[in-house]
């Protein structure tokens, strides 16, 4: 099983992704400094709340250029609810540039009569481009949402799965390269996501 690190900036909710993948036998170690991502054979971005903050924290502590170098030298990386909108260039919610390591901008949800914000509870996944994470052959999954943002990335082909809000399609998980992040949260998502952070550990551990 692979050693993945855990991004800790204070703002995710690391003991549930951490009791996720211990629970499909991974090692699992907190993150608190680019010395220790070298040591890890991939690493976890989760991320709870608005993103100027979260930014905010990440640049503080050094994380954001240990990020994306450990990216740039093609670390995998799972992105996590807020974990995956950092991982572009800007955010509608606030002024701070991302970590840039995907093209594109995060986008407030469109408002709708009758669609609260934030988009909160089950919803289910509509295929887009098949990914390690959604293979073509995955039947209808149903998984678990907190967001009021998604991500609209420049490349289209790195979208894997979107999720209907209001009437529109928009992302609920990309896969480019080695980076790999969910808008949902699959560590609350039962056996459908504890199956997707296993297939995710199976192709980290691929010849």
Known sequence: M????LIDYGMGNLHSV?????????????????????????????????FDPAMERLREGGLATALQRACAAGQPLLGICLGLQ?????????????LGLLAGRVRALPRSPGQPIP???WAPLLPAEPSPLLPAEEPPTWVYFVHSYAADPT???????????????????IWQGHIAACQ?????????????LARWLAWLGRP
């Open 2 to 5: 692979p050693r993945l690190g």
């Open 119 to 121: 988009h909160m509870g």
């Open 184 to 196: 949902f949260h699959p560590e609350k998502s039962g056996p459908v996501g504890e199956a997707m």
């Open 86 to 98: 950092l991982l572009f260039e800007a955010s509608d919610e606030g002024q701070a540039t991302g």
């Open 18 to 50: 951490q009791r996720a993948f211990e629970r499909l036998g991974a090692a699992v170690e907190p993150i608190h400094d680019d010395a220790a991502m070298a040591r890890c054979d991939a690493l976890v971005l989760p991320g709870v709340g608005a």
């Open 155 to 173: 490349e289209p082909a790195s979208v894997t799965a979107r999720v209907d809000w209001a009437g529109t399609p928009v992302t609920a998980a």
